[in-house]
């Protein structure tokens, strides 16, 4: 883990970064993002040691950093710029096994881990492992630039908006070879981006910054839910979440009281309830809030019903769904079961909520009408 502890950083009396804490969790994509000058660079260039904090700690693993050797430590992790930065004058075999190279590691050993880091990148080493940087188009630079970072099979990987010079195309396909090669290879990468859409897409934890202040670290989806204050809701923008779907979850659409009945209440009363509430169906629970049934107003019509319960035209096989579970399953179950309502039960079965067709409407159309109003 990476820690640091009431980090600051001036300029004369100029203040960069004031207060930064911030733990960064081993084998995950923590990102820092920000507005262009709020210091995200500089954070990043302190973990290893480009620039030294006017006070504050930075640990690794509970090491301070300023224990180790600051060209060892900055060997000992990936580093990816904007620019690049490989080598114009060395080819890109050369850009790639330069940090190995010096720290003289096998020449087999060497060209074998070469050829798997093209193949990583999607590089055919054929082509252009003799090549000189130029002879490159943008993503392909910045392809060897991350196969260079990964080479030396570092623990850590600095990346500094890696991306943010490349075209949409460009720039949405390595996001998602990051995101895959993250998956195989487990490092503790700190990415820094200005683009929230990239953020969300990529990162484990998201710390936002504001004017050299850390001012939210949480989860993509619990910034996207609850933005800490009004900076972060601008910077995220309300609408943000519909673009990512997944992250919408049936708790938050679903409708928290749903009218209920128990098995014992009779239909007259249940009729009574129904129509009070103005709903078609009501939710059959026990003491426990158990859901037991849907009882529906269009199976009581040309029925006699006199002395007979809930539980006497119970409909029991239903369908449900968990409060966990994203609007796109939620949407997949509505369509393929040509459903209108459906109870919303946690793992136990206790009802929680309720969705409706219209319930899912007024949701959905809720991401138009902000829209408009922009
Ligand atoms: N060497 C320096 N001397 C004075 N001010 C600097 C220096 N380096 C960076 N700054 C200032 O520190 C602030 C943060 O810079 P930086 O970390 O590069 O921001 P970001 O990467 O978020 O765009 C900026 O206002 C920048 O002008
Ligand atoms: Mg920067």
């Given at each position: 883990m990476i820690r640091l502890e009431n980090v600051s950083k001036n300029y004369k009396d100029k203040k960069?970064?004031?207060?930064i804490n911030l733990e960064i969790q081993d084998n995950a994509i923590t990102t820092l993002i920000g507005e262009?000058?709020?210091g995200k660079t500089t954070t990043l260039k302190m973990i290893n040691r480009l620039i030294e904090p006017s006070s504050g700690t930075i640990t690794i693993d509970g090491q301070d950093?300023?224990?180790?050797?600051p060209i060892a430590l900055r060997r000992s992790m990936g580093y990816v710029i904007q620019q690049t930065g490989?080598?114009?004058?060395?080819t890109i075999r050369q850009n790639i096994e330069l940090i190995s190279k010096i720290e003289k590691k096998d020449p087999k050993k060497i060209k074998e881990r070469t050829l798997e880091m093209m193949e990583m990148v999607g590089l055919n080493a054929e082509e252009y492992?003799?090549?000189?940087?130029?002879?490159?188009?943008g993503g392909q630079q910045q392809r060897v630039g991350i196969a260079r970072a990964f080479a030396s099979d570092p623990k850590i990987v600095l990346m500094d908006e890696?991306?943010?010079?490349?075209d949409p195309l460009t720039r949405s396909s390595l996001q998602d070879e990051l995101i895959h090669l993250q998956e195989n290879y487990h490092k503790t990468i700190v990415f820094v981006t200005h683009d929230m859409d990239e953020a969300i897409k990529i990162s484990d934890k998201i710390a936002i910054m504001d004017g050299g202040k850390l001012v939210q670290y949480d989860t993509p989806e619990n910034i996207l839910k609850h933005p800490a204050n009004d900076f972060v809701r601008t910077f995220v923008g309300?609408?943000?979440?519909w673009t990512s779907p997944?992250?919408?979850?049936?708790e938050d659409i679903m409708m928290d009281h749903p009218v209920t009945c128990k098995p014992n209440f009779s239909i007259f009363y249940c009729l009574n309830k129904m129509k009070m509430s103005h709903v078609d169906t009501l939710m059959v629970v026990d003491e426990k809030k158990k859901l037991q049934g849907i009882l529906y107003a269009?199976?009581?019509?040309?029925?006699?019903?006199?002395?007979?319960?809930?539980r006497d035209f119970i409909e029991n096989d239903f369908l449900s769904v968990h409060p966990e579970d994203s609007i796109i399953d939620l949407l997949k179950i509505i369509d393929e079961n040509k459903i209108s309502t459906m109870p919303v039960v946690d793992h136990k079965g206790i009802l929680k909520g309720l969705i409706t067709r219209s319930s899912l409407l007024t949701s959905l159309s809720q991401q138009f009408l902000e829209k408009e109003e922009q």
């Open positions: 960069i970064l004031q207060n262009s000058g709020c950093i300023r224990k180790k050797n490989l080598f114009p004058h060395m492992l003799d090549r000189y940087p130029s002879e490159l188009s890696p991306f943010s010079a490349l309300n609408k943000r979440i997944n992250l919408i979850r049936v269009s199976s009581l019509t040309n029925v006699n019903y006199e002395n007979k319960k809930a």
